[in-house]
């Protein structure tokens, strides 16, 4: 620890508890699956005291299968509630539209078409959005009847952070100089380059994802686990036990 936080190189995790942080999955239930056997086989062969997995949002949007995401993630949170999921910008665009058909909203713009088709939706005519009120009205009531209330009741559900030993966990980061306790919403699901281009350490090492890098980014106050598993066919996660701290992947189909 030093004078003004945590240090990635110092940063511990509770005695006794082993951490998972899964970056951005955005419809790939394929590659979340994969994750989940992949930690349940090191849990299994090494096993930890304790144990949580912690969701960093964005399970929504541009991938092709959303429903089935939120399905995994619903069963895995009543299996064992030490699966923590958190919000991210995409999860509370599908609330937004769900509850109101705004056409130029995050939804109707990045990836929304792909998840109202998982939910055998089309919003799209001739490859376009539908250029009418009337017709996204009708899209957009057409998508409210197909959603499961109880995957509205899971999105609504999300918290926006959780911090366990020297780590602060968040979809998209925290603004600079304001308390963690006193973040704001819309910072944690939206913050990009005030949180990025800090060149100083905060209280706690910040696990985020939300912004896509090539591979796991390691630094010395922050690390970015979205990978852009969407296209890209690799999700990636922070292991963490105690003082040892780790990226694993999971590979599959880019798209």
């Given at each position: 620890?030093?004078?003004t936080?945590?240090h990635y190189l110092d940063a511990?995790?509770?005695?006794?508890?082993?951490?998972?942080a899964?970056?951005?999955?955005h419809?790939?239930?394929d590659l979340?699956?994969?994750?989940?056997?992949?930690?349940?086989?090191e849990?299994?062969?090494?096993p930890?005291?304790d144990?949580?997995?912690i969701?960093l949002?964005?399970?929504?949007?541009?991938?092709?299968d959303?429903?089935?995401v939120?399905?995994?993630?619903i069963?895995?949170?009543?299996?064992?509630p030490?699966n923590i999921?958190l919000?991210?910008?995409?999860d509370?665009?599908?609330?937004?539209?769900?509850?109101d058909a705004?056409?130029?909203?995050?939804?109707?713009?990045y990836?929304?078409?792909?998840t109202a088709q998982?939910?055998g939706?089309d919003?799209?005519?001739?490859?376009?959005w539908?250029?009418?009120a009337?017709?996204i009205?009708?899209?957009?009531m057409a998508?409210?009847?197909a959603?499961?209330?109880?995957?509205?009741?899971?999105l609504q559900s999300l918290?926006f952070?959780v911090?366990?030993?020297?780590?602060?966990?968040?979809?998209a980061?925290i603004?600079p100089?304001v308390?963690?306790?006193?973040?704001s919403?819309q910072?944690?699901i939206?913050?990009r380059d005030a949180?990025h281009?800090?060149p100083?350490?905060?209280?706690?090492?910040?696990v985020h994802?939300?912004t896509p890098?090539?591979?796991a980014?390691?630094r010395?106050?922050?690390v970015?686990?979205?990978?852009?598993?969407?296209?890209?066919?690799?999700l990636s996660?922070l292991a963490?036990?105690?003082?040892?701290?780790r990226?694993?992947?999971?590979?599959?189909?880019?798209l």
């Amino acid at each position: 620890m030093t004078e003004t936080g945590i240090h990635y190189l110092d940063a511990s995790g509770p005695e006794g508890m082993r951490l998972y942080a899964i970056g951005d999955v955005h419809g790939r239930h394929d590659l979340l699956a994969a994750m989940h056997r992949r930690i349940e086989s090191e849990l299994e062969y090494a096993p930890a005291s304790d144990w949580r997995i912690i969701h960093l949002g964005d399970y929504v949007d541009r991938g092709p299968d959303s429903r089935s995401v939120i399905d995994f993630l619903i069963e895995a949170q009543k299996r064992d509630p030490r699966n923590i999921m958190l919000a991210g910008n995409h999860d509370i665009g599908m609330l937004e539209f769900l509850a109101d058909a705004e056409p130029d909203g995050l939804f109707m713009n990045y990836g929304g078409v792909q998840t109202a088709q998982s939910y055998g939706v089309d919003l799209l005519r001739d490859g376009h959005w539908f250029g009418k009120a009337e017709a996204i009205a009708r899209g957009h009531m057409a998508l409210v009847k197909a959603v499961p209330r109880s995957h509205v009741d899971f999105l609504q559900s999300l918290a926006f952070s959780v911090s366990f030993g020297d780590f602060f966990f968040c979809h998209a980061g925290i603004r600079p100089g304001v308390p963690l306790d006193g973040q704001s919403q819309q910072d944690l699901i939206w913050i990009r380059d005030a949180f990025h281009d800090h060149p100083g350490l905060f209280p706690k090492v910040i696990v985020h994802g939300h912004t896509p890098v090539p591979e796991a980014e390691v630094r010395a106050n922050r690390v970015n686990v979205d990978t852009l598993a969407w296209k890209s066919g690799t999700l990636s996660a922070l292991a963490i036990d105690g003082g040892d701290k780790r990226i694993i992947a999971v590979q599959g189909k880019a798209l």
